[in-house]
């Protein structure tokens, strides 16, 4: 096989929004997206076509670019990018000259046979993070990877790859910062430095072009802002999926479902969400439902719903081949599914046995399957769970030359979990009128937040098992996810009851808050663990249920500036090495301000590191100096959760699910620290869309230490918060007594300080308040 590198210009041809330059290999399009985003695309089968899955924006209409004898330089106010003509090679500068990312000088982007590949250079101090769902340090430096949906079923700790595809990462040197999103659904390989003595990374697939877009913006939240612009957010979840979810493989009738639910009141542990696994099918025909266990699913869903329980059903791609099966009949006479080359219908068996696949990739296709939906929203589920969309097949080895629209698996494979998340959400958001369908989706592509939340697949109770999920979540966060879950307890295997108190309580802290296991395994459900376990799984969930107003504000911030709820540190502490320290990069922050450190559930302390600033541990309210690693006590009622100081928490009472009332009363906590603190509380009906007609309750909680201020801006939005009053719990302050030392007033009216002297009650009003303490 012959290797061509990409060699000397040829031409040059400016047309308004492109810039385009010819070689003997290949043709070349530049575009400025925005003044820190260029595109590049190096392509040797030139064609006017431009689809992608992940990007929803276009290229600026102008942009300036000059011309020498060696180079043409494009500037923007943020990045400048030289492309070198002789050969022609591309190296991205800040707008002050400081070298970014640069090709290798030797090698640039170059072809053997289909397969395109990167060359770039390495610099000594240089780390990457990203990529997704993928195993191994948070730091990627040093390791590869490789792209290919894949079911992987009971993987290891260091399996790779997995369901998923973000072909993104973000590259650190010289205390700079850029991302680089190679959008091409090939199969695609990442490579680290791993094996190249330190001189190069590289990246590429098996066919397709060198098209990618660089981020040039400085600081990791910066780009993945500028990420999350380009291939879209997520949008505001039903509140009711930030509870916590019970879910098994399966729930085997609607008797035991209610009886799970009922169970969860009568012990009073708080959830929202319980699922229905494969076994609610008839036959596992997806949009059917298993008469006898299930004979009235609308009754069944009625007493869930008189609970606060809403009902999350799976499905599969695969359509059983059985005449008389109405989405088998039909998909056949429409010629819905993928096929082979001949136009005979590809099958391959999975749980129904013989099994045809939509062709997600088709806009007919998907408004079918969405339609389809009806089958299960009628009686009431609206949550809907895509399974096995890698898409999966027994054997794995769907064959190269089955055909999905125009395209051979191959080209689209790690984009098919994504299309029919999108036909899952589209087709349910259409029948559901106003209200948010919940989509929960294994395989994805970038952008795949636009439509879905996702969950990390088949995992195992170990230990092992809890710390990879933590930074599975982390690294999905850099590449536009917000809402994830992990399977709590471990898919596969028996936790040990230290293992499931340990989870359920990290699990307080993810994102996705679900409890699932596999078919086979011991129950799970809170109350499986002998009544001391069953005590601290509830108080943790309790907690849950406390923190919610701070998550769906953390949710909120997600949907408008893309950054994550659970956050590596390395967002907010870049230039720390310690965060990348094998031994603290599992520590994350949820939300703006919460320290959370997993701990396996055989260690009863842990080493934390604290980044710089000050931090209380949330349990004892001790105070803390940052920049330091610490030894802290973690008995299993206790996971080291640590708050930054001034942090703003709003919470709430404990309630049995998000569809009570509550009390009224938002109680915001504020932990003292020195600095201004700002938080954007947000708030909404939680299950329509009727915030995006200006029905939604927005101010800005700030605490100023300076001035000894917390304020409370106008509400802007017309909803009406479901808070009457406003309890403000102040934490690290010096004491404050009404009459001796110090007084609270608000607007300039005194108020009444409760008994214990550290929090009081007041009405909350939209307009402004202002509390001098
Ligand atoms: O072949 O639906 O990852 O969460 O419980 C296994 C049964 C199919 C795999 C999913 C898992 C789910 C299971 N599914």
């Keep these: 096989m012959q290797i061509e590198i990409l060699g000397n210009v040829k031409g040059i041809k400016k047309q308004n929004d492109v810039l385009m330059i010819n070689t003997a290999e290949a043709v070349v399009r530049v575009w400025v997206y925005s003044p820190s985003v260029i595109r590049v695309n190096i392509s040797r089968n030139f064609d006017e076509s431009d689809a992608s899955f992940a990007v929803i924006r276009g290229p600026l209409s102008k942009f300036n670019e000059a011309e020498t004898e060696k180079e043409i330089i494009i500037k923007t106010t943020e990045l400048q990018l030289h492309i070198s003509k002789s050969p022609l090679?591309?190296?991205f500068f800040t707008a002050d000259g400081?070298?970014?990312?640069?090709?290798?000088?030797r090698f640039g982007v170059n072809w053997q046979g289909t397969r395109v590949t990167s060359y770039r250079k390495l610099y000594p101090d240089e780390r990457f993070i990203g990529l997704g769902e993928k195993t191994g340090n948070l730091n990627r430096r040093g390791s590869s990877y490789v792209n290919w949906n894949t079911d992987a079923a009971l993987h290891g700790v260091d399996a790779d790859p997995l369901y998923k595809t973000f072909p993104f990462f973000v590259g650190l040197h010289n205390g700079l910062t850029y991302g680089l999103f190679f959008d091409n659904t090939h199969k695609s390989y990442f490579d680290f430095g791993a094996s190249t003595d330190a001189t190069m990374s590289w990246f590429g697939a098996d066919a397709g072009d060198m098209n990618y877009y660089f981020f040039g913006a400085q600081g990791i939240a910066k780009i993945i802002e500028e990420y999350t612009w380009l291939t879209g957010r997520m949008e505001m979840p039903p509140l009711w999926s930030l509870g916590y979810q019970q879910c098994r493989w399966s729930y085997m009738s609607a008797d035991e479902v209610v009886d799970i639910a009922e169970n969860f009141r009568r012990e009073k542990i708080p959830a929202d969400v319980i699922y229905c696994d494969i076994d609610y099918m008839d036959d596992y025909k997806i949009f059917t439902w298993n008469k006898e266990p299930f004979p009235e699913p609308a009754a069944m869903i009625n007493k869930l719903k008189s609970m606060g329980f809403h009902l999350v059903t799976i499905v599969d791609p695969g359509i059983?081949?059985?005449?008389?099966?109405?989405e088998y009949d039909e998909g056949v006479a429409k010629n819905y599914f993928a096929t082979y080359p001949d136009g005979e219908?590809?099958?391959?068996?999975?749980?129904?046995?013989?099994?045809?696949?939509p062709d997600f990739f088709r806009d007919d296709v998907r408004e079918w399957w969405g339609k389809a939906f009806i089958a299960l929203t009628e009686p009431g589920v609206d949550?809907?769970?895509?399974?096995?969309?890698?898409?999966?097949?027994?054997?794995?080895?769907?064959?190269?030359?089955?055909?999905?629209?125009?395209?051979?698996?191959?080209?689209?494979?790690n984009a098919y979990g994504m299309q029919m998340a999108r036909a899952t959400y589209e087709g349910t958001k259409k029948i559901l009128g106003n209200k948010r369908p919940f989509i929960l989706t294994r395989a994805a592509y970038s952008g795949t937040q636009r439509y879905s939340a996702v969950w990390t697949g088949d995992n195992s109770a170990s230990d092992a098992h809890l710390l990879l999920g933590q930074r599975l979540v982390n690294s999905l966060g850099i590449t536009g996810m917000s809402l994830i879950g992990v399977d709590i307890g471990g898919f596969a295997g028996n936790p040990t009851p230290e293992l499931m108190v340990r989870w359920n309580s990290l699990g307080v802290y993810t994102p996705m808050f679900r409890n699932h296991a596999m078919e086979g395994t011991k129950y799970r459900e809170p109350w499986c663990w002998g009544k001391e376990n069953e005590a601290i799984i509830k108080k943790d969930i309790e907690q849950r249920y406390r923190l919610l107003p701070y998550i769906y504000s953390s949710f909120y911030q997600?949907?408008?500036?893309?950054?994550?709820v659970s956050r590596t540190l390395a967002i907010d502490y870049t230039g720390d090495e310690n965060v990348y320290d094998v031994k603290y990069q599992n520590q994350f922050l949820f939300g703006d301000s919460i320290l959370i450190t997993p701990v396996e559930s055989t260690k009863f302390t842990e080493d934390v590191y604290l980044p710089e600033g000050?931090?209380?541990?949330?349990?004892?309210?001790?105070?803390?100096?940052?920049?330091?690693?610490?030894?802290?006590?973690?008995?299993?009622?206790?996971l080291p959760v640590f708050i930054k100081a001034g942090a703003i928490i709003p919470m709430q009472k404990v309630i049995q699910s998000t569809a009570e009332e509550g009390d009224g009363i938002l109680e915001v906590n504020i932990w003292h620290g020195k600095e201004a603190n700002t938080f954007v509380y947000y708030e909404d009906d939680g299950l329509t869309y009727d915030h995006q007609n200006g029905a939604y309750y927005k101010r800005q909680i700030t605490f100023n230490p300076a001035k000894k201020i917390i304020g409370f801006s106008t509400v802007e939005g017309?909803?009406?918060?479901?808070?009457?009053q406003i309890k403000l719990v102040l934490h690290g302050f010096e004491t404050i007594v009404q009459g001796k030392v110090r007084t609270l007033s608000a607007n300039g009216k005194i108020l009444r300080i409760s008994k214990n002297p550290d929090h009081v009650v007041f009405a909350n009003s939209s307009e402004q308040i202002s509390i001098i303490y």
């Design 89 to 91: 090679r591309f190296n």
């Design 98 to 105: 400081r070298a970014l990312s640069e090709d290798d000088q």
């Design 320 to 326: 059983k081949v059985e005449e008389g099966y109405k």
């Design 345 to 357: 219908n590809y099958t391959a068996e999975v749980w129904p046995g013989r099994c045809h696949f």
């Design 383 to 413: 949550g809907f769970w895509n399974d096995m969309n890698e898409p999966a097949a027994w054997g794995q080895n769907i064959p190269w030359l089955v055909k999905f629209g125009e395209k051979y698996m191959p080209e689209v494979r």
């Design 558 to 564: 997600s949907c408008q500036t893309g950054m994550p």
């Design 614 to 638: 000050e931090w209380y541990r949330l349990s004892s309210g001790k105070k803390f100096k940052g920049g330091q690693a610490i030894s802290a006590e973690a008995p299993l009622t206790d």
């Design 718 to 724: 017309s909803f009406t918060s479901k808070y009457n």
